[in-house]
């Protein structure tokens, strides 16, 4: 596990300093790469990665928008926790899993839409065998996450 000199808290996600390899610009503030040329960072608590495709660090002009990709390992979760001063929006891209809110069980699986609401207590786990990728937007990147349990930083490849 990385000490947290190299590891970004959730909550410094939204304006992290991001390097995208082959960024393009065009026009007043257009912004052109690839999810792969943000390079990937590793949970330090379980067996999830994320991608950042925007915050400010990489698209200064996109307000407060943080949107990312999460892939989950087989029998992976997120710690169970609430946001406070965001909308947030999942869009399973792959695999199948349950969404968790307030207790309550949901069966996900590609193509499942989630919009959680503001103070809600979830969490996503990937069910056994499956790994689950998810596309995650905030509409406020700079926003309160009160976790049940130590909370979730992310390690850059490049703090290796």
């Known amino acids: 596990m990385a000490d ?4 970004i808290a959730h909550s410094d996600l939204s304006d992290s300093a991001i390097d995208a390899e082959d960024l393009r610009e065009a026009g007043d503030g257009t912004r052109i790469y690839h999810e792969s040329a943000t390079g990937e960072m590793d949970s330090q608590h379980d067996g999830r990665s994320k991608h950042i495709l925007i ?17 989950y390992g ?12 965001t909308d947030h929006f999942f869009y399973i891209l792959e695999g199948d899993g349950v969404l968790e809110v307030e207790g309550e ?16 207590r979830h969490r996503l786990f990937a069910r056994k065998g ?3 990728k998810v596309f995650e ?18 390690k850059p490849e490049s703090a290796d």
């Open 55 to 71: 915050n400010k660090g990489l698209v200064p002009d996109a307000g407060d928008l943080l949107v990312d990709v999460v892939t």
């Open 105 to 120: 069980e949901h069966d996900i699986e590609a193509g499942t839409i989630a919009w959680i609401g503001e103070g809600d």
């Open 74 to 85: 087989p029998e992976v979760a997120c710690p169970e926790h609430y946001h406070e001063g």
């Open 130 to 132: 499956q790994q689950m």
């Open 4 to 7: 947290s000199e190299n590891s």
């Open 137 to 154: 937007y905030f509409s406020n990147g700079d926003h309160d996450t009160t976790f049940f349990g130590e909370e979730c930083t992310w």
